[in-house]
């Protein structure tokens, strides 16, 4: 038994030696080709590739990268500005009735679903979307913070709970999405439940069905959104946190700093980088919104049967091109220019305030 | 394999079109098989000398010839040369074997042959049991051995070292020359390696060239520069304590030092600048007198700062000619190993 | 001496439980999949499936010579499952703590835990395994104490009796009466002190386990959810836990032939495969062009791509749609059977600025001196990158591949828009994000059959959980690395 183990074990090696023999000649046969055409370029001066080194090389790596980024990239940048000036584009036979400068900003901007509300609707895409942000991005920051310093005081149990706080990153937004709408049942759901077991009367209350109120629904989705977005901040929260040198809470200790003066003090600015690079992506994420809304309501955007939608902007955009005004992929065009100023805007803001209070 | 610089020049232009001059026509023909140490202080122009030689540097002006081929315009690859890095520059993911074969993967050399090969190599640097560690696994020491393993294995035709010594304690360092010296002795090959520890370059160089901006200032053997010094630069750049400089006088022959006849020196009268080794006073009853300011005992040596022309100077004499009690003490020192510079071009003017 | 035969020995045993417990594994997943195949699903009646039948059907299945009933086939099959689940981490743990253990690392946790594992392996029906590990248990802990099983059982009994005496000795009472004020006040902050310890890491935790709790719930459910029939799922008073044999696997089965899911989920995986490969390539070298190589306008070509990042992605969209429709390249939009869904669904979103951005930042702290030491031996550019510069920064692809992939799991509007064009045919190519939303779990009468709804739900998303849990480490580590970098 042992001699048979033995004699595989010989076999196999040898086996394996002759494989990595094979592909280091292999090698060297190729390394000689390589050499014996650069001579005889050298020598007929045809040896393009060493005149522009750089260049020539840099072009050969970039180029799948570059067609790609051409064609889906650059391309509908210019395209969309030519697309908005467009008037009646019509997708099916490739033809517009003429040109208008500020025809389909107008259009979007008068637009009763899109920013005033009109008054069968009672809400707005914009509307919509900034209650979202300024409510959820907020809340989920300073929760976020929170977890992570308190994740970061504790040893036993700690990645258990990081693991647990990770969940929700790797899910499916619409799977989980399907679930809250359920938990949120009129009749039987979890929420109801629950409510009932501590004495509120919530049987047959409508969180996302027909009948829902508007504050209802939104509250449902902005819980949502919170609860998604938590894993990801939680986790970059604990990492800056987790990279501030002791020295400086050994220092606070030795001044017998109390505990809530340490946090706003110096685990606050020390880590006020990442909070900021986190606040403005929450906030252009959070502004981005779509498939939540989606998982929650359906395409429609709001409860079956209500007088109110819960459209995002996006998903305002989004009616252009395949929802219920499709193919008007003009108007579409400069609903989505006006999103990309707004987010611009407001970054340009947040980077003006941050400039007092973060700290590099 | 003799190699030879020729009027070697590298002038570096920056963003804003000011130029700084590296390397200012460096001439010098290294023997085959000889370990030339690079010195001088930092920005004088050495590593950037080094890489030249190597190929990844383009020079202004000059030419580089490795025996009789000229490989100025010669990529790197193609020049047989073994380079060690002051950080080693060893591939992280990889093991030792595989750092050290890895040179050998674009030669056409079979298999077996580079196996073997790299054995051998790791062998002669004294690494052999680490071949399937990696980097982080090893010592400073041992790095750079794998380092040099891996800069010999091709066969190169110059090995050059940059700094090899620098990233090691100091008594690592000790020991990493003399292995260094011994690598060297054994295979035979023509050794370049820079450094700016003087004492570094005196213990393993054949011979050695100073720099100081760009320019040489002396091809030596060792002991011979330190002995006999071409400028005031390289006496001063040479010697631990350094040597004492001040200056002085020369009247009708003699040198004139606190006012007193000291030596006869064979120059033209005028002002001069001296330069006398600590190490080359001797204490003797018929010296000149000279008042003790300090004393300081160092184990075997006696370290005694005295006044001359104005300026304190060090001498360095055994522990047993003197005790703390002498307030004055009589000194000498030979003439030949008194060494005067001329003021404008620093260039000594009573030596060879 | 003896030490070392010990420990080699019982390396050796342990290898031979492995195989018994991939043979476990193994026999487990065959079992289940017998099973699962064996489920019945409801009749099809014109064409639509009688959901409706799903929860009042009886079937009976005929195993070897075994007759089981509905309840039973529940039972059998979520027990089965629990093995699975069990046997699996802990052969993974056990392979790599035996790679990695070295003798010194031995003591008597290691042997308890191979006695609670022979526990596990007997209930897990793998008597062997069992068998195993108990010997082996007592050769480590003749190895660890030095003496032999019997002496061993003699010595249970008094090491449990001078434990219980430890737990139950009082400390002396202190004697204060001697201690000036001075340190009776000390003696007094220190014990508040630790009371507010104490009570500080309580409130800590209860408010991490609220957190938690508010986190798991949602997964608890689903699956919950998932197992139960119609009546359960649509009750006023939903149960909050359910029993083996009520545990309904068929939906699974309903929901992955019947309703497609199968199909779905493997278009999924296949735009996360060829995206996920096209992406690496172009990123590398992209990346690595950015880095290393030496051009004109390098600056400010990367400049502009940042700024292009800043551009919301509903921009692009609508020109892309007209880019992939018959105006342009034709994948969409033309009459059926000409249409080329993955290719639209795939090539627009081979490249991503942001993953250039961040390979790039981490080829740049590659030291350069490498590059130059691999110059001098010779080294193509091309060889250099694949065989240094890619090995190095292999934390940052990996994770680059775990973001593509999730990415791919959840999209939902551009396969929308693609699909929507193509009719019937469009059906085919969903994602699973569409098939989830746009598939109505509806019966004829309106009903919604939540069951299988949020049994989808399950379906999509555990496979991500088990690929988390696998790599758990090197994602979470590679997430919060990536968001540091800014």
Redesign the interface.
């Given at each position: 038994m042992a001699d048979f183990i033995a004699n595989t074990k010989r076999v196999l090696l040898r086996f394996k030696t002759a494989v990595k023999t094979f592909f280091w000649n292999v090698r060297r046969v190729v390394n000689n080709f390589k050499k014996r055409i650069g001579k005889f370029l050298d020598k007929h001066n045809l040896n393009v590739a060493s005149k522009f080194p750089g260049w020539a090389k840099a072009l050969l790596y970039l180029s799948p990268a570059l067609i790609v980024l051409s064609i889906f990239t650059f391309w509908p940048i210019i395209n969309s500005f030519a697309l908005v000036v467009y008037e009646n584009y019509n997708m099916s036979n490739n033809t517009i009735t003429g040109y208008t400068v500020f025809g389909n900003f107008l259009t979007v901007i008068t637009d009763e679903s899109f920013i005033i509300p009109a008054a069968h609707t009672g809400s707005s895409a914009v509307i919509n979307t900034l209650i979202i942000v300024f409510i959820s991005v907020p809340i989920s920051v300073l929760l976020a913070l929170f977890i992570a310093v308190a994740l970061n005081s504790i040893k036993p149990l700690k990645s258990f709970f990081q693991t647990i706080y990770f969940l929700p990153y790797v899910t499916n937004t619409i799977a989980i999405g399907l679930v809250f709408a359920y938990m949120f049942r009129s009749d039987g759901g979890l929420v109801n439940q629950l409510l009932g077991m501590v004495g509120i009367q919530a049987q047959g209350l409508s969180w996302v069905e027909s009948g829902a109120v508007y504050w209802r629904s939104m509250f449902v989705l902005i819980f949502y959104s919170i609860w998604s977005s938590l894993a990801f901040k939680i986790m970059v929260f604990l990492t800056s946190i987790q990279g501030i040198d002791k020295q400086y809470y050994q220092a606070a200790a030795i001044d017998a700093t109390p505990r809530g003066r340490i946090f706003t003090n110096i685990t606050v600015p020390l880590i006020s980088p990442m909070i900021f690079y986190i606040l403005v992506t929450s906030v252009i994420g959070a502004f981005k919104i779509y498939n939540a809304i989606v998982a929650l309501f359906g395409v429609s955007g709001a409860p079956p049967g209500v007088d109110y939608n819960l459209q995002s902007i996006v998903m305002y955009i989004y009616q252009f091109i395949d929802g219920s005004n499709a193919g008007n992929l003009s108007v579409a065009a400069a609903a989505s220019l006006i999103l990309f100023a707004i987010i611009l805007v407001l970054t340009l803001v947040q980077m003006q305030v941050s400039k007092k209070r973060v700290h590099y | 394999m003799e190699l030879r610089l020729e009027n070697l020049t590298k002038i570096f232009t920056n963003k804003t079109g000011a130029e700084t001059t590296a390397v200012d026509k460096l001439d010098i023909t290294i023997e085959s098989g000889t370990l030339v140490g690079l010195l001088g202080p930092s920005g004088c122009g050495k590593s950037t000398t080094l890489f030249m030689i190597?190929?990844?540097v383009k020079p202004t002006g000059g030419k580089i010839f490795f025996g009789d081929d000229d490989v100025t315009k010669l990529a790197?690859?193609?020049r047989g040369?073994?380079?060690v890095?002051?950080?080693y520059?060893l591939?992280?993911?990889?093991t030792v074997f595989k750092n050290i074969i890895?040179?050998l993967?674009?030669?056409?050399?079979?298999?077996?042959e580079?196996i073997e090969r790299v054995k051998e190599m790791a062998n002669l640097v004294g690494i052999g049991e680490l071949l399937d560690r990696k980097p982080s696994q090893l010592s400073g020491g041992q790095q750079q051995r794998v380092a040099i393993a891996?800069a010999l294995v091709?066969k190169p035709r110059v090995l050059l070292l940059d700094e090899p010594l620098s990233n090691l304690d100091a008594r690592l360092r000790l020991q990493m020359r003399e292995e260094i010296k011994r690598i060297q002795r054994e295979i035979g090959i023509t050794t370049i390696f820079v450094t700016h520890d003087q004492e570094e370059a005196m213990s393993i160089s054949d011979k050695m060239v100073v720099l100081d901006f760009g320019k040489e200032q002396q091809y030596d053997a060792p002991q011979v520069m330190y002995n006999n010094p071409t400028n005031l630069f390289v006496a001063k750049f040479l010697g631990n304590p350094p040597i004492n400089t001040f200056e002085a006088e020369v009247k009708k022959g003699y040198l004139i030092l606190n006012d007193q006849k000291f030596a006869k020196v064979d120059i033209t009268d005028g002002l001069y600048d001296i330069g006398m080794r600590p190490e080359n006073f001797r204490v003797k009853e018929d010296g000149f007198k000279a008042k003790i300011n300090e004393i300081f005992h160092i184990g075997r040596d006696t370290m005694i700062h005295f006044e001359l022309n104005g300026k304190n100077i060090r001498a360095l004499v055994d522990s047993d000619s003197i005790d703390d009690s002498n307030e004055s003490v009589s000194l000498t020192i030979k003439n030949e190993r008194i060494y005067i510079f001329d003021k404008e071009t620093g260039q000594v003017v009573n030596h060879g | 001496m003896m030490d070392k035969q010990l420990f080699v020995k019982s390396n050796k045993i342990e290898r031979l439980t492995f195989l018994f417990d991939i043979l476990a594994i193994v026999s487990y997943i065959t079992l289940f999949l017998f099973l699962f195949n064996k489920l019945e699903l409801p009749e099809i009646i014109n064409g639509r499936m009688d959901l409706d039948n799903l929860q009042f059907m009886l079937p009976s299945y005929d195993v070897l010579w075994m007759t089981w009933d509905k309840f039973q086939m529940n039972s059998i099959i979520a027990m089965i499952i629990l093995f699975a689940l069990v046997a699996v981490p802990m052969f993974a743990i056990n392979y790599k703590k035996l790679k990695t253990r070295t003798i010194y690392e031995v003591d008597s946790y290691v042997a308890a835990s191979k006695f609670t594992q022979a526990i596990i392996n007997f209930f897990s029906f793998n008597p062997v395994s069992a068998g195993l590990r108990i010997y082996n248990m007592f050769v480590l802990v003749e190895f660890v104490k030095g003496y032999k099983p019997k002496e061993f059982f003699k010595s249970i009994i008094p090491a449990i009796k001078s434990k219980f005496k430890d737990l139950t000795t009082k400390k002396q009472a202190e004697d204060t009466s001697h201690l000036d004020e001075y340190s009776l006040s000390i003696k007094k902050s220190i014990r508040r002190q630790n009371v507010t310890y104490v009570v500080r890491l309580l409130f800590t935790y209860l408010f991490l386990v609220l957190m938690a709790l508010l986190i798991v719930i949602p997964f608890y459910w689903m699956i919950l959810t998932s197992l139960k029939d119609f009546t359960g799922a649509t009750t006023t008073n939903p149960e909050f836990f359910i029993s083996f044999s009520r545990m309904n696997w068929v939906n699974y089965k309903v929901v992955l032939t019947e309703l497609n899911f199968g199909l779905y989920i493997r278009n999924t995986v296949i735009i996360a495969l060829f995206s996920t490969a096209g992406t690496i390539i172009t990123t590398i070298f992209a990346a690595y062009a950015f880095a290393r190589i030496e051009f004109k306008g390098r600056e400010l070509l990367f400049s502009i791509l940042i700024m292009t990042m800043m551009i919301p992605g509903e921009l692009y969209i609508i020109t892309n749609f007209i880019t992939v429709s018959k105006n342009g390249f034709g994948w969409v939009g033309m009459p059926t059977g000409e249409n080329q869904y993955f290719l639209a669904m795939i090539i627009p979103f081979v490249t991503s600025i942001s993953y250039i951005f961040f390979l790039r930042q981490n080829f740049k702290q590659i030291p350069e001196s490498l590059y130059k030491a691999a110059r001098v031996d010779g080294c193509s550019d091309f060889k250099y990158l694949m065989r240094v510069m890619v090995p190095i920064a292999s934390p940052t692809i990996f994770t680059i591949t775990i973001l593509n992939i999730f990415s791919s799991w959840n999209a939902y509007i551009w396969p929308r828009i693609i699909t929507g064009v193509g009719g019937q045919e469009g059906k085919n190519y969903w994602l699973i994000s569409n098939a989830l939303r746009d598939t109505a779990f509806v019966q004829d009468n309106g009903r919604v059959m939540y069951n299988l709804q949020i049994a989808a739900s399950a379906l999509v998303t555990v496979p991500l959980l088990i690929v988390f849990f696998t790599f758990r480490k090197y994602i979470m580590n590679g997430i919060g690395r990536s968001g540091t970098k800014g």
């Open positions: - | 190597a190929g990844l790197p690859e193609k040369i073994g380079l890095f002051q950080n520059a591939y992280p993911h990889m890895f040179p993967e674009n030669l056409d050399v079979p298999r077996d580079a891996r091709k | -």
